[in-house]
T-cell receptor, first 113, second 115 residues
Framework: GNSVTQMEGPVTLSEEAFLTINCTYTATGYPSLFWYVQYPGEGLQLLLKATKADDKGSNKGFEATYRKETTSFHLEKGSVQVSDSAVYFCALAASGGSYIPTFGRGTSLIVHP | DTGVSQNPRHKITKRGQNVTFRCDPISEHNRLYWYRQTLGQGPEFLTYFQNEAQLEKSRLLSDRFSAERPKGSFSTLEIQRTEQGDSAMYLC?????????????FGPGTRLTVL
């Protein structure tokens, strides 16, 4: 079946540091890949997505590249801010039906001033 | 704001009691999803509706769980004879129907605590 593996958190960084959150997946076919973010007390929000190999999703300074050869979709940001503190979820949605996403466990990011 | 809303935000109940949660999706969205999220885990799919039709149910959805979307607008999720293992955050999301992936918009969730 489909699965997503994320690095365990929390990830603790100082403001302006470089961020990488690793995500690898297992899926049949060619899934679409996503990063969702959940700020404290709020619902999950789609941060970025990529629908085919070598696509790069980007939003709010975050980027992730769909790497089929390594089955990875690592999230990166060059300079994090305190306001980026949240839980980040990697997810995939396989084609051919309802596109119900499979989520990873989430990685908590804490950014200190 | 016309995002997805869920009520109540928090529910504390005693084991064996029934609880019902409500989800109001974004008005033009015809798909509605329910997920369960436990501490330290990502959301796990429970069921989804397209308009009023319940099209898919996860094996996580035991027979104590029932969901409805009677007029294709709001939805309710009922848990009968609650157990401590039902304690979790219950998330609702909505989207437009499409032949490809459409972004799901999530509500803030209902946190259930079963004592």
């Amino acid at each position: 079946g489909n699965s997503v593996t994320q690095m365990e958190g929390p990830v603790t960084l100082s403001e302006e540091a470089f961020l990488t959150i690793n995500c690898t997946y297992t899926a049949t076919g060619y899934p679409s890949l996503f990063w969702y973010v959940q700020y404290p007390g709020e619902g999950l929000q789609l941060l970025l997505k990529a629908t085919k190999a070598d696509d790069k999703g980007s939003n709010k300074g975050f980027e992730a590249t769909y790497r089929k050869e390594t089955t990875s979709f690592h999230l990166e940001k060059g300079s994090v801010q305190v306001s980026d503190s949240a839980v980040y979820f990697c997810a995939l949605a396989a084609s051919g039906g309802s596109y119900i996403p499979t989520f990873g466990r989430g990685t908590s990011l804490i950014v200190h001033p | 704001d016309t995002g997805v809303s869920q009520n109540p935000r928090h529910k504390i109940t005693k084991r064996g009691q029934n609880v019902t949660f409500r989800c109001d999706p974004i008005s033009e969205h015809n798909r509605l999803y329910w997920y369960r999220q436990t501490l330290g885990q990502g959301p796990e799919f429970l069921t989804y509706f397209q308009n009023e039709a319940q099209l898919e149910k996860s094996r996580l959805l035991s027979d104590r769980f029932s969901a409805e979307r009677p007029k294709g607008s709001f939805s309710t999720l009922e848990i009968q004879r609650t157990e401590q293992g039902d304690s979790a955050m219950y998330l609702c999301a909505s989207s437009l129907r499409s032949d490809s992936y459409n972004e799901q918009f999530f509500g803030p969730g209902t946190r259930l605590t079963v004592l």
